[in-house]
Every structure is written in C-alpha cells, then in structure tokens.
C-alpha cells in the first residue's frame, strides 16, 4: 500500500519562509511528477508547483520567484522551499503523487497539511 506523507507547514509571519516536504513510501515506484497543491477556504484546489524525474519545474505565476519546488529520486521525496510569504499563500497544501502503471497512470494525495500566512 502506497502512502504520501506531507509534513512543514505552519504558522508563519508575512515575508517569512517555510520548507515543505512530502515523503512516498510503501508500494509505490516508477514515479513520474511529483507536484504541490493548495485549497484555501472557499476556494478551489490549485496546482502550485510540480516537477518531474527529470528536474523540469513547473510554477503557478503567484509564486514564481517567490517558491522553489525540488525532488531526491532517490527517496521518492519532494520538498517546497516557500519564501516572501504572503497572506495569500494560506491554504492546506498537499503533495501529489503520480505512479506510471502501464499503460496508464495511478494518482496519489497526501493528507495536506496547513500553512497560515499571518502577523
């Protein structure tokens, strides 16, 4: 059984930084993109950030500059390193997964877990 596991999220002041990091584990191999999400109340969820085996990124336009997503092959892991940190960016984070299964693909969601932007 395949398990994604979000952890770093916080309460953080405007302008501070947080290090998010998502750990697969158990069945899970042959990942391909690895992304973050995020819900803020109300809202729909949004793709923040995704990045694939190869190292290609990919950056919603609020966060670019701002936001760093990274990934270690070899621990199945990905990490959101979030800097300049505005109010806006409050929401529940979560880490996707993406497995290939040939011929096709299966999807994997973390828990999420809480970032709060505020002073």
């Known amino acids: 059984q395949a398990q994604v596991v979000e952890s770093g999220g916080g309460l953080v002041q405007p302008g501070g930084s947080l290090r998010l990091s998502c750990a697969a584990s158990?069945?899970?191999?042959?990942?391909?993109?690895m992304g973050w999400y995020r819900q803020a109340p109300g809202k729909q969820r949004e793709l923040v950030a995704s990045?694939?085996?190869?190292?290609?990124?990919n950056y919603v336009d609020s966060v670019k500059g701002r936001f760093t997503i990274s990934r270690d092959n070899a621990k199945n892991t990905a990490y959101l390193q979030m800097n300049s940190l505005k109010p806006e960016d409050t929401a529940v984070y979560y880490c996707?997964?993406?497995?290939?299964?040939?011929?096709?693909?299966?999807?994997?969601w973390g828990q999420g877990t809480q970032v709060t932007v505020s002073s």
């Open positions: 996707n997964v993406i497995q290939v299964v040939a011929p096709g693909t299966r999807t994997y």
């Open positions: 990045i694939t085996t190869g190292g290609r990124t």
């Open positions: 158990g069945s899970i191999f042959s990942i391909s993109t």
